[in-house]
């Protein structure tokens, strides 16, 4: 197939800008014919305020080079995954011009939420679901900032009044099942939402040692650092292996058993995971589908993870991991406790894992997916124009 892909580049490199390179990297591997559009928002420190708030709500730059890029390339089909804040939306409508279908990723809950997590002060905030996203603007969600938050929420508003988010998107794609529902919650229409899962191409396991937890991420407020440090400290003798960086970093001083490791390569990453006994997920936010389960159930590693959104889903207690309160400290250091006094059956989580794993999170199978998307969305779109 041809397809031209779309991505507006974070300005600190994230879990989506690498899923982005691993679908570019499956596309290609397969063969088929690819051209990438893209923007980095390293470039916003060269656009004068004005011309960026333009360039926020309707990119006239990016309808003359999609247009351009369609004329030229004849795809098939136009597959994005960011449109901020570089891009916009008016992508969207160039697409539609050339009758191209659309495919839209969504990696996190940008169209409903400012910060696009559905986190307040430390907590859910769902204010916005299914309305204006105006409570954002006095709440300063985006950056912190009324006068950016005000901009996004124009962005969103404007767009939603000219239904570009229902009319111009041929399939949008949701990460698992409870995404699916919030986006439905938020307006999109429910029968051009399908869920396709992230994927990960790890080898087979080595037969390591397995001992000891283990964190990957990023270290900030949402991904419940504070509750995985306060947990730790109720576990004497146990060891933590952290790795990551971030602006909370603090926490993780002068606790006993807990291991700072740094950013690791995705090699590294897939060492520790492999002599690692579970892995540990926090987080107290709506995580869409976070890489490192997926990477952690192809190593054979159990998962303990906050019971809310999508992580209630994607981890089966008992069968593939342990799920344990949000937020609450005991309640996780109750369950690690349990994993440490019963290796054997952790063991074999780790197994169900994996055989979840090579069920339903191969690149093989994903690529399956993702091309039955393509091909749906665009035997859709012939038939009705």
Same mark, same amino acid.
């Given at each position: 197939?041809?397809?031209?892909?779309?991505?507006?580049?974070?300005?600190?490199?994230?879990?989506?800008?690498?899923?982005?390179?691993?679908?570019?990297?499956?596309?290609?591997?397969?063969?088929?014919?690819?051209?990438?559009?893209?923007?980095?928002?390293?470039?916003?420190?060269?656009?004068?305020?004005?011309?960026?708030?333009?360039?926020?709500?309707?990119?006239?730059?990016?309808?003359?080079?999609?247009?351009?890029?369609?004329?030229?390339?004849?795809?098939?089909?136009?597959?994005?995954?960011?449109?901020?804040?570089? +891009?916009?939306?008016?992508?969207?409508?160039?697409?539609?011009?050339?009758?191209?279908? +659309?495919?839209?990723?969504?990696?996190?809950?940008?169209?409903?939420? %400012?910060?696009?997590?559905?986190?307040?002060?430390?907590?859910?905030?769902?204010?916005?679901?299914?309305?204006?996203?105006?409570?954002?603007?006095?709440?300063?969600?985006?950056?912190?900032?009324?006068?950016?938050?005000?901009?996004?929420?124009?962005?969103?508003?404007?767009?939603?009044? $000219?239904?570009?988010?229902?009319?111009?998107?041929?399939?949008?794609?949701?990460?698992?099942?409870?995404?699916?529902?919030?986006?439905?919650?938020?307006?999109?229409?429910?029968?051009?939402?399908?869920?396709?899962?992230?994927?990960?191409?790890?080898?087979?396991?080595?037969?390591?040692?397995?001992?000891?937890?283990?964190?990957?991420?990023?270290?900030?407020?949402?991904?419940?650092?504070?509750?995985?440090?306060?947990?730790?400290?109720?576990?004497?003798?146990?060891?933590?292996?952290?790795?990551?960086?971030?602006?909370?970093?603090?926490? $993780?001083?002068?606790?006993?058993?807990?291991?700072? +490791?740094?950013?690791?390569?995705?090699?590294?990453?897939?060492?520790?995971?492999?002599?690692?006994?579970? %892995?540990? %997920?926090?987080?107290?936010?709506?995580?869409?589908?976070?890489?490192? +389960?997926?990477?952690?159930?192809?190593?054979?590693?159990?998962?303990?993870?906050?019971?809310?959104?999508?992580?209630?889903?994607?981890?089966?207690?008992?069968?593939?991991?342990?799920?344990?309160?949000?937020?609450?400290?005991?309640?996780?250091?109750?369950?690690?406790?349990?994993? $440490?006094?019963?290796?054997? %059956?952790?063991?074999?989580?780790?197994?169900?894992?994996?055989?979840?794993?090579?069920?339903?999170?191969?690149?093989?199978?994903?690529?399956?997916?993702?091309?039955?998307?393509?091909?749906?969305?665009?035997?859709?779109?012939?038939?009705?124009?």
């Amino acid at each position: 197939m041809r397809i031209i892909v779309a991505h507006n580049n974070y300005m600190h490199r994230g879990g989506e800008d690498v899923v982005v390179e691993s679908e570019l990297a499956l596309l290609r591997a397969h063969g088929h014919e690819l051209i990438e559009y893209r923007r980095d928002n390293a470039e916003i420190a060269g656009i004068n305020k004005s011309a960026l708030l333009l360039d926020t709500i309707w990119s006239r730059k990016t309808v003359a080079d999609i247009t351009n890029l369609i004329r030229d390339f004849q795809p098939d089909v136009i597959h994005v995954h960011n449109t901020f804040p570089l +891009i916009s939306p008016s992508l969207y409508w160039a697409a539609q011009r050339a009758s191209i279908p +659309i495919i839209q990723t969504l990696h996190n809950f940008r169209l409903l939420c %400012l910060n696009a997590m559905f986190l307040r002060e430390g907590k859910v905030c769902e204010d916005c679901l299914g309305r204006l996203p105006l409570v954002g603007i006095g709440h300063k969600c985006y950056r912190d900032s009324m006068v950016q938050s005000g901009v996004l929420a124009g962005t969103l508003t404007l767009h939603r009044g $000219l239904r570009t988010y229902q009319n111009k998107i041929s399939r949008y794609i949701a990460l698992n099942e409870f995404c699916r529902r919030k986006f439905i919650e938020g307006g999109l229409p429910a029968s051009r939402i399908v869920v396709k899962p992230n994927f990960i191409d790890f080898p087979a396991s080595q037969n390591l040692q397995r001992q000891g937890f283990l964190f990957v991420g990023r270290l900030s407020e949402e991904k419940g650092i504070k509750t995985l440090m306060q947990a730790i400290e109720l576990l004497p003798g146990s060891v933590l292996r952290v790795a990551g960086v971030g602006p909370e970093m603090g926490f $993780l001083n002068n606790v006993s058993g807990v291991v700072g +490791i740094g950013n690791l390569s995705i090699d590294e990453v897939q060492h520790e995971m492999q002599a690692s006994m579970a %892995l540990v %997920l926090p987080s107290i936010w709506f995580e869409n589908f976070p890489r490192t +389960i997926v990477e952690a159930f192809s190593c054979g590693l159990p998962v303990i993870a906050s019971r809310i959104g999508a992580l209630a889903d994607l981890v089966e207690h008992g069968v593939t991991g342990l799920l344990f309160q949000p937020g609450n400290a005991q309640d996780l250091a109750k369950k690690m406790k349990w994993a $440490l006094e019963n290796p054997i %059956l952790m063991e074999e989580m780790g197994h169900n894992a994996r055989a979840k794993y090579l069920a339903e999170y191969t690149a093989e199978r994903n690529h399956q997916q993702l091309i039955a998307i393509y091909q749906d969305a665009i035997s859709e779109y012939d038939d009705t124009n």
